[in-house]
């Protein structure tokens, strides 16, 4: 999951933000 959206998890959360936005 951290390493499939580096940037997502920036942007939201490393816990819920790299699921939950996509």
Same mark, same amino acid.
């Given at each position: 999951? !951290? =390493? @499939?959206?580096? =940037?997502?998890? !920036?942007?939201? @959360? @490393? !816990?819920?933000?790299?699921? !939950? @936005?996509?």
């Amino acid at each position: 999951m !951290k =390493v @499939s959206y580096p =940037v997502h998890i !920036k942007s939201n @959360s @490393s !816990k819920t933000g790299d699921r !939950k @936005s996509f």
